[in-house]
């Protein structure tokens, strides 16, 4: 499947501050996802979208799906520790796998 | 709790050694799927099932094999043939009906490691 391009590749920001990531495909997609995760453990589902144009939050985290139906960006508000992670996209196509890429690593410093 | 269990999350085999990957899932989803997460590269997907008794290779799938006997299980299976096996191994799940059947949700992974 194709690779998304996922940037930026890692982010190193202090507690409180604000957090854009985003991806973007040469392929259309109907769905894009974003996950995050833990070392050693597996993805967890933070929002999924389903139409273009879609703006979705889940607490501190929005994401919103590209009118071109290419793109995705996911914006975490007042970061805490806890946001340290591996953030994933993956964009879908009806009927076939999922396309991911490559994480974005973030870090956060109290 | 419903969920997608693997088992079991740290396995270390001998080289030549067949090793077989369990995937079980109580969500009443229709589709499995088995992916392989290596440092520094995003999720690559080995074989899909969409349904029982039926499945897909996906980009990488040499050297791996599957069975999809029972709806809530997956097995992976990890054959010699595979080059370099020693990996973080996902299975994940989706349910059916559009648009949630491209959802899918992830186990807590298996680390391989092949002596």
């Known amino acids: 499947g194709q690779q998304l391009n996922q940037s930026p590749q890692s982010m190193f920001i202090q507690e409180g501050e604000d957090v854009s990531m985003n991806c973007t495909s040469s392929s259309i997609f109907n769905t894009w996802l974003w996950y995050k995760q833990d070392p050693g453990e597996g993805p967890v589902l933070l929002i999924a979208l389903y139409k273009a144009g879609e703006l979705t939050s889940n607490g501190r985290l929005t994401a919103q799906f590209g009118i071109t139906r290419k793109d995705s960006f996911l914006n975490i508000s007042a970061s805490i520790p806890s946001d340290v992670g591996i953030y994933f996209c993956?964009?879908?196509?009806?009927?076939?796998?999922?396309?991911f890429g490559k994480g974005t690593s973030l870090l956060v410093t109290p | 709790d419903g969920g997608i269990t693997q088992s079991p999350k740290y396995l270390f085999r001998k080289e030549g050694q067949n090793v077989t990957l369990s995937c079980e899932q109580n969500l009443n989803h229709d589709a499995m799927y088995w992916y392989r997460q290596d440092p520094g590269q995003g999720l690559r997907l080995i074989y899909y099932?969409?349904?029982?008794?039926?499945?897909q290779k996906g980009d990488i799938a040499e050297g791996y094999s599957v069975s999809r006997e029972k709806k809530e299980s997956f097995p992976l299976t990890v054959t010699s043939a595979q080059k370099n096996p020693t990996a973080f191994y996902l299975c994940a799940s989706s349910g059916s009906g559009r648009p949630e059947a491209d959802t899918q949700y992830f186990g807590p992974g298996t680390r391989l490691t092949v002596l």
């Open positions: 099932s969409q349904i029982v008794n039926d499945f």
């Open positions: 993956a964009g879908a196509r009806s009927g076939y796998a999922l396309n």
